[in-house]
């Protein structure tokens, strides 16, 4: 297996502010209008580039707000959705009523909440493998040691076991997971120039 860890480690350098706090989804074979629809979302502005899908993440759904802001773009048989700010990908109440009949990738993060952050590989509404990024000794699901030794290979933590590096490879390593479970890598340019098809969710 080629990819690890290092092959992502450009997402937290080049995109700072959404790797504060972001969820990254694929769906397969749901294009991004049904998967709105799925999440009982509304429509939004389409945007150019992360940066502009940041700022009007943060413009739309402030602190008072009840909603969260998301774009989402088609490659190939995936829909990428991605979320500043936002958690409905890896939030089971959504994500597994929007899995009926499909394949479901999902992980986020969010640094202000002491890098809270989780895996989430569902299919057809039953979780197949979930854990924490920073945990991965604890893991659930259907298929939750079938991807173990995968798992290690990548860079996640086991933290009842002794490490190499004090490193936090986290998030780079649950986006090379992400790979593995697709076949699909997600790159800086992708994400710096796609014009993604948004829309706003109710928090829930």
């Known amino acids: 297996m080629a990819t690890t860890a290092a092959d992502y480690m450009w997402f937290e350098e080049d995109f ?31 945007v150019t580039g992360i940066t502009a899908l940041v700022d009007t993440a943060f413009d739309l759904c402030g602190p008072s707000t009840t909603r969260t802001y998301f774009g989402m773009t088609t490659l190939g048989p995936w829909t990428l959705m991605i979320e500043p700010n936002g958690w409905h990908g890896v939030n089971e109440k959504k994500a597994l009523p929007a899995s009926a009949g499909t394949r479901w990738i999902s992980h986020y993060d969010n640094a202000n909440a002491n890098n809270d952050g989780s895996f989430l590989w569902a299919e057809n509404t039953e979780v197949q493998l979930h854990f924490e990024l920073r945990d991965a000794d604890y893991r659930s699901g259907t298929c939750a040691d079938d991807l173990l030794e995968v798992i290690r290979h990548l860079g996640f933590t086991f933290p009842e076991e002794p490490s190499e590096t004090d490193d936090d490879l986290a998030v780079p390593a649950a986006f090379a997971l992400a790979e593995h479970l697709t076949d699909l890598r997600i790159t800086s340019a992708l994400l710096r120039d796609t014009t993604f098809i948004c829309g706003t969710a109710e928090i829930r």
């Open 16 to 46: 700072p502010d959404l790797a504060e706090s972001y969820c990254v989804t694929l769906v397969h074979d749901v294009p991004p209008d049904e998967l709105l629809h799925r999440l009982d979302g509304q429509s939004e502005s389409e």
